[in-house]
C-alpha cells in the first residue's frame, strides 16, 4: 500500500501551478492596467498641452544654446587651426611677406567668423517660407520631429568637425532643422493654447527658455571647452536633442497621427505678409532684435578698446540680462491677462526701451555700468516678443484661416533677417562709421518704429466680420460652405430673399450677418 503523502502529491502539483499561473496573469494584468492608465494620462488633453509645451521649450533651448554655444568656442579653435597652419607654412621656404598681407590674413579670418556665424540665419531665412507651407500642410508634429533629427545631426557634426569646411556644413544644417523645429514648436503651442490668455502665457514660457538657451550657452560652453575639449558640450546638447526627439515620437506620435487628414486649408504665406497687421507685428520683431543681433559680434572689441575688459568680463556680459528678459516675461504675460487691449502698448514701451537703453551703451565706462542698458534691451525685446507673437496667432484666428504654420514662419523670418544681417553688417558698419553711431542708429529705429504699433491699436476688437471674410474671399468662395454664404450674399443684394413665412425664411436671411460676424473666420477645407 501506497503512502498516503503519495495519493495527495499528484493532485497537488496541479494546483500550485493553477495558482502560480494565475497570480502570473493577475500581474500582468495589473501592468497592463497601468500602461493603460499612463497611456490615458498622456492623451488627457490638459497634460498633453503640458507635455508638448516641454517639449517645444526643450527644443527651442537647445536650438538657442547650439546657436550661441560656439561663440566662445570657435574663433578659438579656428584660431589654433589657422596657427598650426602657419607654423607648417613657415617650415617651408617662401618669399618675402609684408605687414599688409597679415592684415589681410585676419581680416579674412574675421570675415570666415562672421559667415560661419550667419550661415544658420540665411538657411533658415530660406527655408522658412517653405517650412511654413509644408507645416501648414501636414500640421505641426511630424515637422517638429523632422527638425529635431535634423538638429541632431548638426550638433553631432559640430562635435567631431575638423575643419572649416565642416564646422560651416554644421551650422547651415542647424539652420535647416530650425527652420522646422522653431516655426512647428511655435505654431503647435498657438493651436494647442486656443484661449488667449493661456497662449500668452506658454508663449512667454517659451520665450523664456529662448532667452535662458542664448544667454547660459556661451559660459556653458567656454567652461566645458576649457576643461573638457571641443566635443563634450555638443555631445551633452546631443543627447538632450535626441530624448526630445524620443519624447516626440512617444507623445505626439507624428506617424500614426490621422488629425492632419481633416486640417483646414492654412492662408498662403504671401497672402499673410501683405496683410498690414501681420506687416506692422514682423517689422518690429525685426527692428527690435536688430540691437542685440548686432552688439553681439562688435560689442567683445569695443570693450577691449575703451574699457580694457578681461576676458571673463566680456564672456559675463550678458548673462545678467537674463534675468530682466525673464521678468519682461512674466510682466507682459501678467498685464496681457488682466488688460488684452492693451497688447500694442506693452510693445511699444518695450522698442522705446530698447531705443534708450542701445543708445546709452556707449556712454558707458566700465563692465558694471555697460550691464544696464544690456538688460534694459533684453527687458525691451521680452516685452515686444510676448506681446506681438500671440498677436499674429489672434490676427491669423480673426482675419484667416486658424492654422499657424506660415504665421510664425513669418515670424521666425523677422529674427533670421535681424540675426543674419548682424554677424557680417555689424563689423562693416563699426569700421565705417563707428560704434557710437551704430548704437544711436539702432536706437533711433526703435523709437520711430514704436508709434507704428498705433496700428494694433483696435485688434483686440477685431471679430470675424463680413467684410473680413469677404476680402478672404477675394479669389472667390473656395469650399460649399463658402459658395453658399456667396450666393446668399448676392441674392440679399437683390432683394431676392425677403419674403417672410412660417419656415422662418426671413429670420434665417436676418440672422446671416450676425452668424457671420460671429464665426466668420470659418474653416476652409481642401
Same mark, same amino acid.
Given at each position: 500500500?501506497?503512502?498516503? *503523502?503519495?495519493?495527495?502529491?499528484?493532485?497537488?502539483?496541479?494546483?500550485?501551478?493553477?495558482? $502560480?499561473?494565475?497570480?502570473?496573469?493577475?500581474?500582468?494584468?495589473?501592468?497592463?492596467?497601468?500602461?493603460?492608465?499612463?497611456?490615458?494620462?498622456?492623451?488627457?488633453?490638459?497634460?498633453?498641452?503640458?507635455?508638448?509645451?516641454?517639449?517645444?521649450?526643450?527644443?527651442?533651448?537647445?536650438?538657442?544654446?547650439?546657436?550661441?554655444?560656439?561663440?566662445?568656442?570657435?574663433?578659438?579653435?579656428?584660431?589654433?587651426?589657422?596657427?598650426?597652419?602657419?607654423?607648417?607654412?613657415?617650415?617651408?621656404?617662401?618669399?618675402?611677406?609684408?605687414?599688409?598681407?597679415?592684415?589681410?590674413?585676419?581680416?579674412?579670418?574675421?570675415?570666415?567668423?562672421?559667415?560661419?556665424?550667419?550661415?544658420?540665419?540665411?538657411?533658415?531665412?530660406?527655408?522658412?517660407?517653405?517650412?511654413?507651407?509644408?507645416?501648414?500642410?501636414?500640421?505641426?508634429?511630424?515637422?517638429?520631429?523632422? *527638425?529635431?533629427?535634423?538638429?541632431?545631426?548638426?550638433?553631432?557634426?559640430?562635435?567631431?568637425?575638423?575643419?572649416? %569646411?565642416?564646422?560651416?556644413?554644421?551650422?547651415?544644417?542647424?539652420?535647416?532643422?530650425?527652420?522646422?523645429?522653431?516655426?512647428?514648436?511655435?505654431?503647435?503651442? %498657438?493651436?494647442?493654447?486656443?484661449?488667449?490668455?493661456?497662449?500668452?502665457?506658454?508663449?512667454?514660457?517659451?520665450?523664456?527658455?529662448?532667452?535662458?538657451? $542664448?544667454?547660459?550657452?556661451?559660459?556653458?560652453?567656454?567652461?566645458?571647452?576649457?576643461?573638457?575639449?571641443?566635443?563634450?558640450?555638443?555631445?551633452?546638447?546631443?543627447?538632450?536633442?535626441?530624448?526630445?526627439?524620443?519624447?516626440?515620437?512617444?507623445?505626439?506620435?507624428?506617424?500614426?497621427?490621422?488629425?492632419?487628414?481633416?486640417?483646414?486649408?492654412?492662408?498662403?504665406?504671401?497672402?499673410?505678409?501683405?496683410?498690414?497687421?501681420?506687416?506692422?507685428?514682423?517689422?518690429?520683431?525685426?527692428?527690435?532684435?536688430?540691437?542685440?543681433?548686432?552688439?553681439?559680434?562688435?560689442?567683445?572689441?569695443?570693450?577691449?578698446?575703451?574699457?580694457?575688459?578681461?576676458?571673463?568680463?566680456?564672456?559675463?556680459?550678458?548673462?545678467?540680462?537674463?534675468?530682466?528678459?525673464?521678468?519682461?516675461?512674466?510682466?507682459?504675460?501678467?498685464?496681457?491677462?488682466?488688460?488684452?487691449?492693451?497688447?500694442?502698448?506693452?510693445? %511699444?514701451?518695450?522698442?522705446?526701451?530698447?531705443?534708450?537703453?542701445?543708445?546709452?551703451?556707449?556712454?558707458?565706462?566700465?563692465?558694471?555700468?555697460?550691464?544696464?542698458?544690456?538688460?534694459?534691451?533684453?527687458?525691451?525685446?521680452?516685452?515686444?516678443?510676448?506681446?506681438?507673437?500671440?498677436?499674429?496667432?489672434?490676427?491669423?484666428?480673426?482675419?484667416?484661416?486658424?492654422?499657424?504654420?506660415?504665421?510664425? %514662419?513669418?515670424?521666425?523670418?523677422?529674427?533670421?533677417?535681424?540675426?543674419?544681417? *548682424?554677424?557680417?553688417?555689424?563689423?562693416?558698419?563699426?569700421?565705417?562709421?563707428?560704434?557710437?553711431?551704430?548704437?544711436?542708429?539702432?536706437?533711433?529705429?526703435?523709437?520711430?518704429?514704436?508709434?507704428?504699433?498705433?496700428?494694433?491699436?483696435?485688434?483686440?476688437?477685431?471679430?470675424?466680420?463680413?467684410?473680413?471674410?469677404?476680402?478672404?474671399?477675394?479669389?472667390?468662395?473656395?469650399?460649399?460652405?463658402?459658395?453658399?454664404?456667396?450666393?446668399?450674399?448676392?441674392?440679399?443684394?437683390? *432683394?431676392?430673399?425677403?419674403?417672410?413665412?412660417?419656415?422662418?425664411?426671413?429670420?434665417?436671411?436676418?440672422?446671416?450677418?450676425?452668424?457671420?460676424?460671429?464665426?466668420?473666420?470659418?474653416?476652409?477645407?481642401?
Amino acid at each position: 500500500m501506497e503512502p498516503e *503523502g503519495t495519493t495527495t502529491e499528484g493532485p497537488q502539483a496541479p494546483s500550485n501551478l493553477v495558482q $502560480s499561473a494565475a497570480s502570473k496573469l493577475s500581474q500582468m494584468g495589473e501592468r497592463t492596467k497601468q500602461l493603460a492608465m499612463g497611456n490615458v494620462v498622456v492623451q488627457d488633453p490638459e497634460r498633453q498641452k503640458r507635455i508638448i509645451l516641454v517639449i517645444v521649450c526643450v527644443a527651442l533651448l537647445l536650438d538657442n544654446m547650439l546657436y550661441m554655444v560656439i561663440v566662445p568656442i570657435v574663433p578659438d579653435y579656428l584660431e589654433g587651426l589657422q596657427k598650426s597652419a602657419d607654423r607648417a607654412e613657415a617650415a617651408l621656404p617662401h618669399l618675402n611677406t609684408t605687414n599688409s598681407t597679415h592684415i589681410s590674413a585676419k581680416a579674412n579670418f574675421d570675415l570666415q567668423i562672421g559667415v560661419l556665424f550667419a550661415s544658420k540665419a540665411i538657411v533658415q531665412l530660406c527655408v522658412n517660407p517653405l517650412s511654413g507651407t509644408f507645416i501648414d500642410r501636414v500640421g505641426y508634429d511630424i515637422p517638429l520631429f523632422i *527638425g529635431l533629427n535634423v538638429m541632431f545631426l548638426s550638433t553631432m557634426v559640430f562635435a567631431f568637425a575638423d575643419t572649416y %569646411a565642416t564646422l560651416f556644413l554644421a551650422r547651415s544644417v542647424q539652420g535647416l532643422g530650425s527652420a522646422f523645429a522653431d516655426t512647428a514648436g511655435l505654431a503647435l503651442i %498657438a493651436d494647442r493654447y486656443q484661449e488667449e490668455k493661456e497662449r500668452s502665457k506658454a508663449l512667454g514660457i517659451a520665450l523664456a527658455f529662448i532667452s535662458f538657451g $542664448s544667454l547660459v550657452a556661451p559660459p556653458f560652453g567656454g567652461i566645458l571647452y576649457e576643461f573638457a575639449g571641443k566635443r563634450v558640450p555638443f555631445l551633452i546638447l546631443a543627447a538632450v536633442c535626441f530624448t526630445d526627439a524620443v519624447l516626440c515620437l512617444t507623445v505626439l506620435k507624428p506617424f500614426s497621427n490621422n488629425e492632419r487628414e481633416n486640417m483646414p486649408v492654412g492662408t498662403p504665406i504671401y497672402k499673410l505678409m501683405i496683410d498690414p497687421y501681420i506687416a506692422v507685428v514682423a517689422g518690429a520683431l525685426i527692428i527690435c532684435n536688430i540691437p542685440l543681433a548686432f552688439l553681439e559680434p562688435t560689442i567683445a572689441n569695443w570693450m577691449e578698446d575703451t574699457m580694457h575688459a578681461s576676458q571673463w568680463e566680456i564672456g559675463m556680459t550678458w548673462f545678467p540680462a537674463f534675468f530682466p528678459h525673464v521678468l519682461g516675461v512674466f510682466l507682459t504675460v501678467k498685464l496681457a491677462a488682466k488688460y488684452p487691449h492693451l497688447q500694442w502698448f506693452y510693445g %511699444a514701451i518695450g522698442m522705446v526701451i530698447i531705443g534708450a537703453s542701445s543708445c546709452t551703451v556707449p556712454a558707458c565706462k566700465n563692465f558694471g555700468e555697460l550691464m544696464i542698458p544690456l538688460c534694459g534691451i533684453c527687458f525691451g525685446i521680452a516685452l515686444v516678443d510676448t506681446a506681438l507673437l500671440p498677436t499674429l496667432g489672434f490676427l491669423v484666428d480673426v482675419r484667416h484661416v486658424s492654422v499657424y504654420g506660415s504665421v510664425y %514662419a513669418i515670424a521666425d523670418i523677422s529674427y533670421c533677417i535681424a540675426y543674419a544681417m *548682424g554677424p557680417i553688417a555689424a563689423g562693416q558698419i563699426v569700421h565705417d562709421l563707428g560704434f557710437v553711431q551704430l548704437n544711436l542708429g539702432m536706437g533711433l529705429a526703435n523709437v520711430l518704429y514704436a508709434p507704428a504699433l498705433l496700428l494694433l491699436k483696435n485688434v483686440s476688437q477685431m471679430k470675424p466680420s463680413y467684410s473680413e471674410r469677404n476680402m478672404l474671399l477675394d479669389d472667390g468662395p473656395t469650399g460649399l460652405y463658402d459658395t453658399i454664404k456667396m450666393e446668399q450674399r448676392e441674392k440679399k443684394k437683390k *432683394g431676392l430673399c425677403t419674403t417672410v413665412d412660417e419656415n422662418g425664411v426671413d429670420t434665417f436671411a436676418h440672422r446671416s450677418y450676425s452668424e457671420e460676424e460671429s464665426s466668420g473666420g470659418e474653416l476652409e477645407y481642401a
